[in-house]
């Protein structure tokens, strides 16, 4: 991407997050500009290069979920994983594919009996339609574009231009975010997740995709930023990003962010000849010097009691005695169920109206782990081994893609702290199992590219 290209479109989504801002109903616009936009560029593509124009599309929905739903653009809780279904249900139809990912089918078909199993367990408290929707969209969003990325070729350029765009509307988020808490202070009263600084909308959620941009940036920062200039900017945005994401004081998605840079780094050092492992080692104390900061500004803007929250201790810095913040005694229930209902489950959403009815708790887990075999039994746990070892065995015949490690991780850690209430670790899961490509002439042009680059800036 040409610098002038980056920073315009960068402006454009700071733009973006005032604008909505200052007039909310904005909000719905920019969603239906999303879809119509993205609608008509897959159609206008030609079918040999859809797949990226795809995955771009839902790059971008799954960037702008959390910002749509905090704003209340979406017309439909569930909708940015519905238009992820579409895009990548528009791409197994138009788009020639050589793998028959018949694996993940089976996954699909897993979760079926579920729904029959909630449909005859229907009480007067049950919205089936809504417990369907809010409990099996996520899954169901995963396994559809499971299939469709299943060794799907993508060049090393195209993975990058994924990730960026799926970063851009973060930077809306995160403009957002600035104006709706600009002075964090006024706002800490414990330890406890920070509402008011997360938009007004759940601090896990707003959390977790801020850590994918902080996995954006850092990546941009280390593998695609030729000029001094650009590394600048990178580091710029990735110290407001993380630094928006630690002070919403929900751990999950800073934590989880940190495993998806080190697994990169460490792939990326290995995969780079010498001259770039000394190159890559010099910017590594760089970022953990800029990482040291971050956390210093935050600390003294939320005056310690981020420190306290990381070493779970309470306002009065005493310990508290469980880190999963009661998630722990939830988890065991679910299981319970499962030993209880092994077959086929409890049925898709049922898990949490046994909880009330039984314990006198509505509380939701957040493992999708557990919920899987509460909710669909053993036939659950067959969905779940899928997940967990389909990818690792493509991984042991293809090591190209050096950014599995960090998908992977994402959607492992993602699911057991914020179960799949957003469209995000469906789609990185779905990258896992991309077959990255790195072209050697394309390559050489780019590094002949980016040291004109370098001659124009430094000449300028």
Sequence with gaps: ??????????????????????????????????????????????????????????????GAEVFIRMTGGSFLYEASKYLVILFCLIGLFTVRKQSQPIVYVFYVILLIPGIFVAAFNVTESTTLRTAIAFNLSGPMCLGIVSIFCYKLKVSYNNIHKIFFTMALPLIATTTYLFLFNPSVRDTITGTGSNYAASG??????????????????????????????????????????????????????????????????????????????????RLVLIFVGV???????????TSGFIDKRYANQDALGREKEDVTTGRTDLISFELNEFLNNPIVGVGVGKIKE??????????????????????????????????????????????????????????????????????????????????????????????????????VISNG
């Design 291 to 301: 990482g040291f900061s971050i956390w210093l500004y935050s600390s003294l803007q």
């Design 354 to 455: 046994l909880r009330e009815k039984k314990e006198g708790v509505l509380a939701a887990s957040h493992n999708e782990m557990s919920r899987i075999l509460s909710e669909h039994g053993l036939l659950g746990l067959i969905a779940l081994f899928i997940l967990l070892f389909t990818p690792l065995i493509l991984r042991l015949r293809n090591r190209n893609n050096m950014f599995f490690y960090s998908c992977y991780l994402f959607w492992l850690l993602t699911i057991n702290h914020s179960s799949m209430r957003i469209a995000a670790p469906a789609f990185i899961y779905g990258l896992c199992l991309l077959n990255i490509t790195y072209e050697t002439s394309k390559t050489k042009n780019t590094k002949n590219n980016n040291a004109t680059s370098k001659q």
């Design 200 to 281: 007004g909308f759940g601090p896990n959620q707003v959390a977790t995709v801020l850590g994918l941009g902080m996995f954006v940036f850092s990546i941009r920062f280390f593998a695609q930023s030729p000029s001094m200039f650009l590394k600048v900017i990178n580091v710029l945005f990735f110290f407001f990003i993380s630094y928006r994401a630690i002070i919403t004081f929900s751990r999950g998605g800073v934590i989880t962010a940190l495993f998806m840079i080190a697994a990169f780094v460490f792939f990326y050092f290995k995969k780079v000849n010498v001259f770039n492992k000394l190159r890559i080692s």
């Design 1 to 62: 991407m040409k610098y002038s290209n980056y920073i315009k479109a960068i402006g454009l989504h700071v733009l973006i997050g005032f604008a909505i801002y200052m007039i909310p109903v904005l909000s719905k616009v920019y969603f239906l500009g999303v879809l119509v936009y993205y609608t008509k560029q897959i159609f206008r593509t030609k079918p040999s290069f859809r797949a990226v124009k795809i995955l771009l599309a839902c790059a971008y929905v799954v």
